[in-house]
């Protein structure tokens, strides 16, 4: 087997800072001014018909144009490109990310919420390019982007990133993206395609993800980030039933599971061929909550160690401060801003969210797979308050059309920390079933989202918050209904959103 | 224990009647919410004052047929499915076929459904044996023909079946094999004949998760019904489990059928049977 370099922390060898870029041949392409100028005034043409923010649409028409534009505009970079992929937390890593190599003093540029298929790659790019082809402030920046888990293998392929980061692989939206494996196979493809140098930044506590070394070359560079040790109760081991890989991405066998902190995340290794979770480079110890407010726990790093704290709710999200760091350490960061970075960083859309609506307050909670709801119930089952709910399930493509995947969610968590729950969206019904069926009927089941707002806000005393828990498109709404109201800015005006 | 659902597994009836529920391959065949399932007959049994306990049947356990009333068998991934077949066919079936033709009151789901039939071809590879209590085999047709993937609508009896499905493989029945039900929207069996699923005595195959029981509760009693009468004696099913409200269940039920553009028939489990 092919073994690339890891890096860790105990090794105490610090991983060398990329270099920037060679400035080569950045050629002007004609073909790739016409792109840019043809995607652009579509985007404009979107905006002024108040038909949305053309997050996506300029770089459809200009790949149309120029399949090459992304490739063109990507590689003028002049630190490289950072790819984030994963089933969970893509956009609060590369929300993270970004804060940790601002912090760092590098120029970021980075894509859209939402905006993570190959068009809207495209998309974010044109915005930064003049319309000579060439990139403005001669590319003085790194990019940092998240990417579907399916337009992965295209996206890299165009963009040439030297870092990928991968956080996790979980079963989402199976009518989509098809069986876990099958996401494991097509990225392990798209890897093995990849230059040498292009550096892998791993979630060692997967064993799916931390599989994806092997389609790498000997010598190519790899680094893994996990958790050392985090609260778990007996009562957790017992109600997983959300695991996605139980046996060894190399033999197949059953793997042995000395730690589990969610899922199939934790300590594992597979007692036939001894594959077994490599020693991270990056790792928090001591991981512990302050309710929905956050995490403190002890980074450990090449650069040294230190006491973060990240406002972010549940341990979903100190993988993702961790996967930030990581891609910190490798772009040079210090470890102070890192650390000053993590502390800092305010939650990005929608992702545990804040927003003030007049003398109550709304949270935002993003749930779009099984993993990802427990974590977000397991947040609310744990904190002592009882809590004011909205659930918002779609099933729009985006959202995934099989809405099964609610029972395999643990609603049981939080049935007894319920003051008041409104279910919503096109599946208020099944939503309303879950929680029936877990022991918690609705207060109210009310199909439209913004009725459904106004229904549960009634219930919410002033001062107080209302958790609203929507699926990805049920978000886009209910946040357009509170931006309606007044309390929050549309998404496409949001600065780095 | 593998499985928290199976937490009322050993405990003693004498508190009031009891079903004994077998979840083949818990593990393993998981996928699209099939837990859904078991959390649906429990809770509806429960309301009844009926407990149901949930046994996992591993890979590698016999299956004892007086050992249960019901069975649960539900979908997986692909590289688990060869697993599980072999299994099946090594270790299970002589139990299996005895506790169907006993009229045991079994369903199967997606995967599971596939390997109850004759054969499941794939788009690669060699064919999958199956236990073939089904008349019916599967065969994938490579992958560039586009999966079953949907929201689908059922005539079941008098009534309907909502559910949804995502299948790779097309099921097609032998000549004296029984569908479940009439597609009125979706690809049901294999896009083509306008059947699902497939029934056998008591056994039940179909596509159809979602999950399947929870906004379809008149098809939920009706296995419960079939399980209590087997064990508690004829009639038993419905002394035992009277009618609950449901409108939840109904509500949804009818929201898709709405969708679908399919009318609603009867809510009654009352289904003319088949065979």
Redesign the interface.
């Known amino acids: 087997m092919k073994q690339p370099t890891p890096v860790t922390a105990s090794s105490g060898r610090a991983h060398s800072t990329l270099p920037p870029v060679p400035r080569d041949r950045v050629r002007f392409r004609i073909r790739a001014s016409a792109a840019i100028a043809t995607g652009r005034a579509a985007g404009t043409m979107l905006r002024r018909l108040r038909l949305g923010g053309g997050t996506s649409l300029p770089g459809l028409v200009a790949r149309y144009v120029d399949p090459h534009v992304t490739k063109h505009l990507g590689t003028q970079m002049r630190h490289g490109n950072i790819v984030v992929t994963g089933t969970n937390g893509k956009t609060t890593s590369s929300a993270l990310v970004t804060s940790v190599l601002r912090q760092a003093g590098l120029r970021v540029w980075r894509n859209r919420e939402g905006s993570n298929l190959a068009r809207g790659i495209a998309t974010s790019l044109m915005a930064h390019a003049a319309l000579s082809g060439k990139l403005r402030e001669q590319g003085d920046a790194a990019g940092v982007f998240e990417v579907d888990e399916a337009a992965f293998p295209q996206v890299v392929a165009e963009l040439q990133p030297r870092t990928i980061l991968v956080t996790n692989l979980f079963r989402d939206q199976l009518d989509r993206y098809g069986e876990v494996d099958t996401v494991a196979e097509r990225w392990r493809d798209a890897l093995a395609r990849l230059p040498a140098t292009t550096t892998l930044l791993l979630n060692a506590d997967d064993p799916a993800v931390a599989a994806l070394a092997d389609a790498r070359p000997t010598g190519s560079p790899v680094l893994y980030f996990g958790i050392e040790d985090a609260p778990t109760s007996a009562d957790d081991a017992q109600r997983v039933h959300v695991v996605d890989t139980r046996t060894c991405p190399r033999c197949r066998q059953l793997l042995t599971v000395t730690e589990r902190f969610y899922s199939h995340i934790g300590h594992w290794r597979c007692p036939a061929c001894g594959f077994a979770r490599p020693e991270p480079a990056v790792r928090a110890r001591q991981v512990s909550f302050t309710g929905l407010e956050g995490s403190r726990f002890v980074l450990e790093t090449p650069l040294g160690q230190t006491d973060a704290t990240v406002h972010l709710p549940g341990l979903y999200n100190v993988y993702n401060a961790l996967a930030a760091a990581t891609a910190g350490v490798v772009m040079g960061a210090t470890l102070p801003a890192i650390h000053d970075s993590l502390e800092r960083f305010t939650p990005a859309f929608g992702r545990g969210e804040r927003i003030a609506m007049g003398d109550r307050a709304a949270l935002l909670l993003l749930a779009k797979n099984p993993t990802g709801l427990n974590e977000v119930l397991r947040a609310l089952g744990q904190d002592e308050a009882k809590h004011h709910l909205l659930f918002i399930l779609n099933d729009r493509a985006a959202d995934g059309e099989d809405v099964s995947w609610i029972w395999d969610a643990d609603f049981e968590q939080v049935t007894g920390k319920i003051a008041s729950l409104t279910t919503s969206g096109l599946r208020a019904y099944d939503l309303a079933l879950r929680f029936k069926y877990a022991g918690a009927p609705p207060d109210t089941v009310e199909p439209d989202i913004g009725a459904a707002l106004t229904a549960a806000l009634a219930h919410v005393p002033v001062g107080e918050t209302l958790y609203i828990v929507p699926t990805y498109t049920a978000m886009l709404a209910v946040r357009g209904e509170i931006s309606r109201r007044g309390y929050a800015p549309r998404y496409w005006e949001q600065k780095d959103a | 224990?593998p499985?928290?659902?199976a937490e009322n597994a050993g405990e003693n009836e004498h508190n009031g009647p009891a079903l004994r529920l077998g979840h083949l391959y818990p593990?393993?065949l998981?996928?699209?919410?099939?837990?859904?399932n078991i959390?649906?007959l429990r809770?509806r049994s429960a309301w009844r004052g009926v407990t149901l306990q949930v046994t996992p049947l591993e890979i590698g356990e016999p299956l004892d047929p007086d050992a249960y009333d019901m069975l649960f068998i539900g979908g997986g991934?692909?590289?688990e499915q060869d697993e599980v077949a072999r299994d099946l066919r090594e270790v299970k079936a002589d139990g299996f076929l005895r506790a169907v033709e006993a009229d045991m009151p079994v369903l199967a789901v997606c995967g599971g459904y596939q390997l109850l039939a004759k054969y499941y071809h794939p788009a690669e590879g060699p064919d999958l044996e199956g236990i073939g209590i089904f008349d019916a085999w599967t065969i994938h047709k490579g992958k560039k023909v586009a999966r079953c993937?949907?929201?689908v609508a059922l005539a079941w009896g008098e009534s309907t079946l909502i559910g949804?499905e995502?299948h790779g493989g097309r099921t097609y029945l032998g000549s004296g094999a029984q569908p479940l039900g009439r597609v009125l929207a979706g690809h049901g069996n294999n896009s083509e004949d306008g059947r699902e699923g497939c029934v056998y005595r008591n056994t039940y195959g179909t596509y159809l998760?979602?999950?399947l029981l929870?906004?379809n509760p008149h098809f939920a009693d009706h296995m419960l019904r079939l399980a209590l009468d087997r064990r508690y004696g004829p009639g038993s099913g419905l002394r035992m489990l009277p009618p609950l409200a449901d409108t939840?269940?109904w509500?949804?039920h009818e929201?898709m059928l709405r969708r679908l553009n399919v009318s609603p028939r009867s809510h009654s489990f009352d289904v003319a049977r088949t065979s």
């Open positions: 224990m499985d928290s659902l593990d393993q998981n996928m699209y919410g099939d837990r859904g959390i649906v809770q991934q692909d590289k993937i949907g929201n949804f995502n998760h979602g999950s929870p906004k939840e269940e509500r949804a929201t």
